[in-house]
């Protein structure tokens, strides 16, 4: 199997892990079956190849390289935090923690057209005073089932995807001490121009482990 570019084989890799580890695909038996000639199919196949990737990357870049692009662009939740949280501290910046963590952050998980973190809103029920206990009661339950039945479909909605709160990107909650919005967004810029060539490193370097495998496509060749 071949790439069309690095970016592409680099997600695809990246989906593996979380299908696997999400329990959609368990990948060992698979691998101990490619070593039979005929024993997997076409979609198997090419699983196969993005997991023999995650794990060629993950081995041969640099922890480094490996977190920015973990953090940029993997869906796996927990991979994900994990790679923001060894990033922070690669990053030299005159501003505060709060601020440093949050901007790394948002980097990593942008803020989205249309997704919205779901809060838990305040419930009104209305129960009748002159009902008896156990009617009031009854009331009060089948309220409460149909609100986590609704909350239920929003959750599953964007159980695929970290969302944060929209008022995680004001920066105006980055830095404590109010100071000026032009210094916020200079010490923003570049902590995402750090975080962005620490990318286009790792980029340029599995593109080297990729193109020495053979696997991405050669558009001379084709």
């Known amino acids: 199997m071949t790439y069309r570019n690095v970016v592409s084989a680099v997600v695809r890799a990246l989906a593996a892990e979380t299908i696997n580890s999400a329990g959609g695909c368990d990948m060992e038996p698979r691998v101990q079956a490619s070593k039979v000639p005929g024993t997997l199919s076409g979609k198997e196949e090419r699983m196969l190849d993005d997991f023999w990737i995650h794990g060629r990357l993950h081995k041969a ?3 480094r390289h490996w977190n920015a692009l973990v953090a940029k662009f993997s869906t796996h939740k927990g991979r994900k935090v994990e790679a923001i949280g060894a990033l922070r501290p690669l990053i030299a910046s005159p501003a505060p923690k709060l601020f440093l963590y949050k901007a790394v952050t948002a ?11 779901a809060l838990a809103p305040e419930m009104s029920i209305d129960v009748p005073i002159d009902a008896t206990p156990a009617k009031q009661a009854a009331i009060i339950t089948a309220a409460l089932s149909a609100e986590r039945v609704k909350r239920n479909r929003v959750t599953a909605r964007s159980a695929d995807m970290i969302v944060l709160a929209d008022s995680f990107y004001d920066m105006n909650t980055w830095d404590l001490d109010g ?7 200079e010490w923003r810029r570049k902590i995402n121009d750090v975080l ?10 599995a593109a080297k482990i990729l193109e020495a495998e053979g696997l991405l496509f050669d558009e001379q060749a084709a």
């Open 196 to 205: 962005d060539e620490m990318v286009a490193e790792a980029l340029k370097e």
């Open 61 to 63: 870049l640099l922890p």
């Open 107 to 117: 980097w990593a998980i942008p803020k989205l057209k249309g997704a919205r973190l």
């Open 179 to 185: 100071r000026p919005e032009s210094t916020r967004r």
